[in-house]
């Protein structure tokens, strides 16, 4: 009989798809319309965005379908790499997005692949057992960290799809609380109190400069943004 996982490693599964079926959710709920505006991402639309969100989903059923006997090389905080220059949209993987995006053409049709290849890659998800092992990009870690190293991929991405669509649903404020507080563990300090989650996160990765008064209140944190996850 196999064992009954931790609660922690289940509370990381729970968390990833939560956030994972609200930005989904958000994704399904959009008109077609709004596919053509601008996303958070620079040099990306909406639908750019969203054909990254099937990429991403592939990704995720590929690493929980490539277990590994091996030790761990990383958590979910050292999972990312760490840089200091905006994408500017323009690298040769962002292009390709935007043209598989385009081949679309309706929204519909994009809509339709991001709802069967993320709800597979949910429900995979639910299926796996967070101890075991997976390896992607050349690293090892459990799947607990792995799902929960993506939560913080997709409220980046939730915050990215709302950025210019006042009226579409906002992350969970679970998912933005962890996405904060994995932030913190990268940047080796805590933001403001003062900030809001939502507004740690923007700041925090360079999706907007802080204000004159934020940077006051961040003090040698400034010196040091953004953190530019990859």
């Not at 323009?90 to 993320?118: I, S």
């Not at 932030?183 to 996160?201: C, H, N, V």
């Amino acid at each position: 009989m196999s064992a009954v996982p931790a609660p922690h490693y289940r509370g990381r599964v729970d968390l990833f798809s939560r956030s994972w079926t609200a930005l989904l959710t958000t994704v399904a709920d959009l008109p077609d319309e709004d596919f053509a505006q601008a996303s958070g991402c620079s040099g990306w639309l909406v639908r750019d965005l969203v054909c990254h969100l099937v990429i991403d989903a592939q990704d995720v059923l590929i690493t929980l379908a490539t277990p590994t006997d091996a030790e761990p090389t990383v958590d979910a905080v050292t999972y990312w790499h760490v840089g200091s220059e905006l994408p500017s949209g323009e690298d040769p993987l962002d292009a390709l997005t935007v043209r598989l995006a385009a081949a679309y053409e309706d929204p519909g049709l994009l809509r339709f692949h991001l709802d069967d290849v993320g709800s597979a890659a949910g429900r995979a998800a639910l299926l796996a057992d967070p101890a075991t092992r997976v390896s992607t990009q050349d690293q090892v870690l459990t799947v607990a960290d792995y799902l929960s190293a993506y939560v913080l991929e997709w409220t980046l991405h939730h915050l990215d799809l709302t950025a210019h669509l006042p009226d579409a649903a906002r992350p969970p404020a679970e998912g933005l609380a962890h996405s904060r507080a994995t932030l913190e563990k990268i940047a080796g300090a805590d933001f403001p109190a003062s900030f809001t989650d939502q507004d740690a996160l923007l700041i925090g990765t360079g999706r907007r400069a802080p204000t004159s008064v934020e940077r006051a209140e961040l003090g040698g944190l400034a010196q040091r943004l953004p953190f530019v996850l990859g």
